[in-house]
Nanobody, 124 residues
Framework: QVQLVETGGGLVQAGGSLRLSCAAS????????AGWIRQAPGKEREFVAA????????YHDESVKGRFTISKDNAKNTVYLQMNSLKPEDTAVYYC?????????????????WGQGTQVTVSS
């Protein structure tokens, strides 16, 4: 069973950048596909980006395509989300999630393991 811990959130001005990290422990992370999901206050959780277990295949939601990039370093047991050109509507708690799977998943309900979340706030 893998444990996930997100770091890297914070307050940033619109147009700025942040890099989120998700460190995994307790499992062979190379067996896990991973994803980033966010939830803004009063809203449903929203898929952001996903990556296959090898890191070779990625998928980004249209709302973040061209601005966010997901990556995975199995040697470091870590998944990253590089966020550029941030907008106020990106403000949310960002969660890292994982599941033992060959390919990536875009449905948050399919993930078995979740981190505690990290707050990202983008000011206008």
């Amino acid at each position: 069973q893998v444990q996930l811990v997100e770091t890297g959130g914070g307050l940033v001005q619109a147009g700025g950048s942040l890099r989120l990290s998700c460190a995994a422990s307790g499992g062979t992370f190379s067996r896990y596909a991973a994803g980033w999901i966010r939830q803004a206050p009063g809203k449903e959780r929203e898929f952001v980006a996903a990556i296959s277990k090898s890191g070779g295949t990625t998928y980004h939601d249209e709302s973040v395509k061209g601005r966010f990039t997901i990556s995975k370093d199995n040697a470091k047991n870590t998944v990253y989300l590089q966020m550029n050109s941030l907008k106020p509507e990106d403000t949310a708690v960002y969660y890292c999630a994982a599941r033992i799977s060959e390919s990536f998943m875009t449905d948050p309900s399919l993930y078995d393991y979740w981190g505690q979340g990290t707050q990202v706030t983008v000011s206008s």
